[in-house]
């Protein structure tokens, strides 16, 4: 049985989204793909979207500073898959690069170096050249250009790491302006069927194609959480 989605009103879609993005970070395109689905005339949403960007709920620059510092942190993902992904979101590359730009070559080496000696152990090769190519695409399919590839391949009989670097972590330093307390959950990469416009399921998915269908990226939101203003905290 098809669902009927009601039209919202303004009003409506204001007070729905603020509640929403105030539990968790989403983008300028996650917003307004809802309104599209409540068949909010282009007017209408931009007015909402106006008033969500000025009350401090949605700010992009913010969605894909914690969205970097998530996917690179936790699900290990290199600057190209990151790219990919943040163009799909509809994230500007004047937002993206420059968050993408302070982020040190050494973070995602510390990442990428125990993840290949991980997956060597695992690989079954008959000659180094099969090895080295089977670790390279695993490497390539999470993102990972390939120099820094080249830069971290281990050799066919380094199958097992120090502790000290498979305990090596990305560095919150990277991202200035997130402090040391604030509480940011993991990305989910979970397909939401019922907000999916037909739009979207025509549309060839990129990152599907690029990365493989384990990787795909739908609606990606984060437990870091929308500023609240002034008027919010005095509310409580």
Not at 35 to 43: Q, S, T, Y
Not at 208 to 232: L, M, Y
Request: hydrophobic residues 30%; glycine residues 4%; aromatic residues 8%.
């Amino acid at each position: 049985m098809r669902r009927i989605i009601r039209q919202k009103s303004e009003q409506q879609a204001l007070e729905i989204l603020s509640a929403l993005c105030a539990s968790a970070e989403y983008c300028s395109q996650d917003m307004i793909g809802k309104m599209k689905r409540w068949n909010m005339p282009e007017e209408t949403r931009n007015r909402v979207i106006d008033k969500l960007i000025s009350n401090g709920f949605i700010d992009d620059s913010r969605y894909c500073k914690a969205f970097v510092h998530d996917k690179i942190k936790y699900a290990k993902w290199g600057r190209r898959k990151l790219e990919l992904a943040l163009y799909r979101k509809g994230i500007p590359q004047t937002i993206s690069t420059p968050i993408l730009d302070v982020i040190p070559e050494e973070d995602y080496i510390h990442i990428l170096k125990p993840l290949l000696k991980t997956k060597a152990a695992s690989v079954h090769a008959e000659s180094d050249y099969e090895f080295r190519q089977k670790l390279f695409r695993f490497a390539a399919g999470r993102g990972f250009t390939p120099d820094l590839i080249m830069k971290c391949m281990p050799a066919q009989d380094e199958t097992s790491f120090a502790e000290s670097e498979s305990g090596t972590e990305f560095s919150d330093e990277s991202f200035p302006g997130m402090e040391e307390n604030t509480e940011i959950g993991d990305f989910t990469d979970q397909k939401d069927s019922k907000e999916n416009s037909s739009d979207e399921e025509e549309q060839t998915d990129l990152i599907s194609n690029t990365f493989g269908d384990d990787d795909k990226i739908d609606r990606v939101s984060t437990t870091f959480g929308a500023q609240k203003t002034d008027k919010d905290k005095s509310a409580k």
